[in-house]
């Protein structure tokens, strides 16, 4: 089982990105998928994450401006950034809790990191 990030990028401030993330392997079951970020020299932080029956949840600091998605069809979960500021710029993670094929048990899988730079 792995995770695939892609999206990131440069944009100035008030642009918009979107960030995409792919569950694949022997998967029996995804349950919440989540986004983190981390900045230079500071810690790991909970963007957003959704449920498999689709309920979000956000930080404070990114409500209104973030949405998070998924199709479960295609174990996806997806970040729509608008109104980026330059204070979002970071490494965007995801993060799902994934039971694969053959396993009683679920586990946290994370991807990839994806730069996200919000600079004029």
């Known amino acids: 089982v792995q995770l695939q990030a892609s999206g990131g990028g440069s944009v100035q401030p008030g642009g918009s990105l979107r960030l995409s993330c792919a569950a694949s392997?022997?998967?029996?079951?995804?349950?919440?998928m989540s986004w983190y970020r981390q900045a230079p020299g500071k810690q790991r932080e909970l963007v957003a994450h959704?449920?498999?029956?689709?309920?979000?949840n956000y930080a404070d600091s990114v409500k209104g401006r973030f949405t998070v998605s998924r199709d479960n069809a295609k174990n996806t979960v997806y970040l729509q950034m608008i109104s980026l500021k330059p204070e979002d710029t970071a490494v965007y993670y995801c993060?799902?809790?994934?039971?694969?094929?053959?396993?009683?048990?679920?586990?946290?899988?994370w991807g990839q990191g994806t730069q996200v730079t919000v600079s004029s």
């Open positions: 959704i449920t498999n029956g689709g309920s979000p």
């Open positions: 993060n799902a809790e994934i039971r694969p094929i053959n396993s009683l048990w679920s586990y946290t899988y």
């Open positions: 392997g022997s998967i029996s079951w995804v349950d919440v």
